[in-house]
């Protein structure tokens, strides 16, 4: 019957979403075939992934929607449960970290082979992006209202404060000295002093 999906479908699904992960993130986008994306699924042909996705750009769009619509929840969440605007700050900056800790793939490679996509396929990954730096700017402007103000001020202090937390994937390890409780409130207290002599 047409539309009838297996019951497994999300699985499957899942499985190849994960090894294209992977694959792109050590070999790149370009450099990864149908066909790898295949073998490493154990499946029989290529044909098994295309009863999923129609391309490897539609692979590429869902790993990084999927990514992003997770961030944006689970931030939202976080920020949400605590009213004053430095624990929101604290809270966004740890749950990034407890987020690119679970996910150790190698994102920011992958949204790089984002600029490879077709430009209509980006426009709704970038409107999630924008949902995450918007998120974040709202908290500044909390903290130093006098920010909105200032041309440009609030963007480029939205996008400092976004490099502090993003790049913590590449140096952090949490089986190192301090704990993600530890380095978030570290960051955090620098933040704020930075936003504060603004």
């Known amino acids: 019957m047409v539309g009838v999906r297996a019951k497994d479908h999300d699985d499957k699904r899942q499985i190849i979403l994960d090894q294209a992960a992977t694959l792109f993130a050590r070999q790149g986008f370009h450099k990864t075939s149908i066909a790898q994306i295949a073998k490493a699924c154990k499946a029989s042909s290529k044909a098994w992934i295309y009863h999923y996705f129609p391309n490897k750009e539609a692979v590429l769009t869902t790993l990084i929607t999927d990514f992003l619509e997770l961030v944006i929840a689970r931030v939202s969440e976080a920020v949400g449960a605590v009213e004053a605007p430095q624990k929101k700050l604290q809270a966004f900056v740890l ?29 709704p ?8 730096v918007m ?44 704990s993600q409780e530890e380095v978030a409130e570290m960051t955090t207290r620098m933040l704020l002093k930075g936003l504060a002599a603004v």
């Open 95 to 123: 749950e990034c970290m407890r987020i690119y800790d679970e996910y150790r793939i190698n994102y920011p490679m992958l949204f790089a082979e984002m600029s490879l996509l077709p430009a209509e396929e980006q426009k």
């Open 125 to 132: 990954i970038r409107a999630l992006e924008r949902q995450w």
């Open 135 to 178: 998120l974040l700017r709202g908290i500044i402007l909390e903290l130093n209202p006098g920010i909105s103000n200032r041309r440009h001020h609030a963007m480029v202090l939205t996008l400092i404060a976004s490099g502090s937390v993003n790049w913590t994937y590449t140096w952090f390890d949490p089986k190192g000295p301090m």
